[in-house]
């Protein structure tokens, strides 16, 4: 409870740290290669926003914390014990919080480490997206399979007992057989979490300009059914490894689901600080500026902001909690509204409704992209 009786609401907090060793050829990601000078000023800066939160940030409940990017793992660890501390100073977290840190191989250290269990940090998600020296190499990743393993191995014997690996296949020269290999050297280590997404060949990228429409290698892509193919893969070889998908492209052993990701798909309120992150509270969605210089000198306006209509909170219910296999809980509003919806979907095997809730089916899975679309044009 807070000082004048009322019961404190839960929020999920994210901080942003937008700065990588070198950038990615795939990535459109808010994150830029930067010197040690500026990240000093930045990290700064962020804490200048997390302390401005005090007032509001002691009467909620934090019941996650992600510290993603970009690669936080790049700051040193005395740099991310000032962030979490401050996080701690300006926001009642919950002791069972569960705090995320993304790391890139290559930037882990023992100290680093010992700084993150030191601040309660208890799960790392660690960047792979192959354990193919060569597929790395054309990823413009900065780091071998054997950089990822030393990490991989480091981290464990740090302590950390919740450890995501992420994954990305459909990556150009891929093959069936390649990606089946990475999938397997990655089970070998028994993370507890693995996010598995397919690659997007994102505008503006280097890649786009490689394997984009028309850039003249786009024949190295796997083709329409070996990228389904893959996708098969992933789902049997997890499967049968014990990986409960709870999410279009997230496993996760049992126990182990990514409680701050839920909460996106869930629709709980959450907030983002740092350089462009996005948030979702009191039925508003709005995110950070972009620019690093006016951040670094203290300016933390928004952008985008959105207060978002009873129709557009229905149409975010579904296509967000659509994507979690156990569905949505239905209500007498959502069962009027999507009526038309639910029975054409079901007509075409793509959704089914039982025990009060509504979920896809494997087929609504395989072709999501459509299923949920469908959510969004009802008037
Ligand atoms: S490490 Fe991640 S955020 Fe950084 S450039 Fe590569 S893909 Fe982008």
């Given at each position: 409870m807070c000082e004048n009786g009322k019961k404190q609401s839960e929020l999920e907090l994210y901080l942003h740290i937008p700065f990588c060793v070198k950038k990615c050829a795939y990535c459109d990601f808010l994150s830029v290669p930067a010197d040690k000078a500026v990240q000093l000023c930045y990290v700064e800066a962020l804490k200048g926003e997390i302390y401005q939160q005090k007032t509001l940030g002691l009467n909620r409940r934090v019941t996650s914390i992600f510290v993603g990017g970009g690669t936080p793992s790049i700051l040193d660890g005395g740099q991310m014990a000032q962030l979490l501390e401050a996080v701690h100073d300006s926001f009642h977290v919950e002791t069972d919080a569960e705090i995320t840190v993304e790391c890139n191989p290559g930037t882990l250290t023992a100290d680093k480490l010992s700084c993150y269990r030191q601040q309660g940090v208890n799960r790392l998600s660690i960047g792979l997206q192959s354990a193919d020296n060569e597929e790395l190499r054309l990823l413009g990743r900065i780091h071998t399979?054997?950089?990822?393993?030393?990490?991989?191995?480091?981290?464990?014997?740090?302590?950390?007992?919740?450890?995501?690996?992420?994954?990305?296949?459909?990556?150009?020269?891929?093959?069936?057989?390649?990606?089946?290999?990475?999938?397997?050297?990655?089970?070998?280590?028994?993370?507890?979490?693995?996010?598995?997404?397919?690659?997007?060949?994102?505008?503006?990228?280097?890649?786009?300009?490689?394997?984009?429409?028309?850039?003249?290698?786009?024949?190295?892509?796997?083709?329409?059914?070996?990228?389904?193919?893959?996708?098969?893969?992933?789902?049997?070889?997890?499967?049968?490894?014990?990986?409960?998908?709870?999410?279009?492209?997230?496993?996760?052993?049992?126990?182990?689901?990514?409680?701050?990701?839920?909460?996106?798909?869930?629709?709980?309120?959450?907030?983002?600080?740092?350089?462009?992150?996005?948030?979702?509270?009191?039925?508003?969605?709005?995110?950070?500026?972009?620019?690093?210089?006016?951040?670094?000198?203290?300016?933390?306006?928004?952008?985008?902001?959105?207060?978002?209509?009873?129709?557009?909170?229905?149409?975010?219910?579904?296509?967000?909690?659509?994507?979690?296999?156990?569905?949505?809980?239905?209500?007498?509003?959502?069962?009027?509204?999507?009526?038309?919806?639910?029975?054409?979907?079901e007509q075409q095997e793509l959704l089914i409704r039982e025990n009060g809730r509504v979920r896809l089916t494997e087929l609504g899975i395989d072709v999501s992209n459509y299923a949920l679309a469908e959510f969004l044009q009802e008037d």
């Open positions: 399979y054997e950089e990822f393993l030393q990490s991989y191995m480091l981290a464990r014997e740090m302590g950390f007992e919740n450890i995501n690996v992420d994954l990305m296949s459909a990556l150009p020269g891929q093959t069936k057989e390649s990606w089946q290999q990475t999938l397997r050297e990655v089970l070998s280590l028994k993370p507890e979490h693995i996010s598995a997404y397919s690659l997007i060949i994102e505008e503006g990228t280097p890649f786009y300009h490689r394997f984009g429409p028309g850039a003249g290698e786009e024949r190295l892509l796997p083709d329409e059914d070996t990228e389904r193919q893959m996708y098969y893969d992933t789902k049997d070889i997890l499967k049968a490894e014990g990986y409960e998908r709870y999410e279009i492209s997230n496993y996760a052993r049992q126990g182990f689901a990514c409680r701050h990701n839920l909460g996106y798909w869930e629709r709980r309120e959450y907030l983002g600080l740092g350089l462009g992150a996005s948030s979702l509270t009191e039925g508003v969605r709005y995110r950070n500026h972009k620019k690093l210089s006016a951040y670094l000198a203290g300016d933390y306006g928004h952008e985008d902001k959105h207060r978002l209509t009873r129709q557009e909170e229905l149409e975010e219910t579904m296509f967000l909690g659509l994507r979690k296999t156990e569905g949505v809980l239905l209500t007498e509003e959502l069962l009027k509204v999507y009526k038309g919806v639910f029975e054409r979907l």
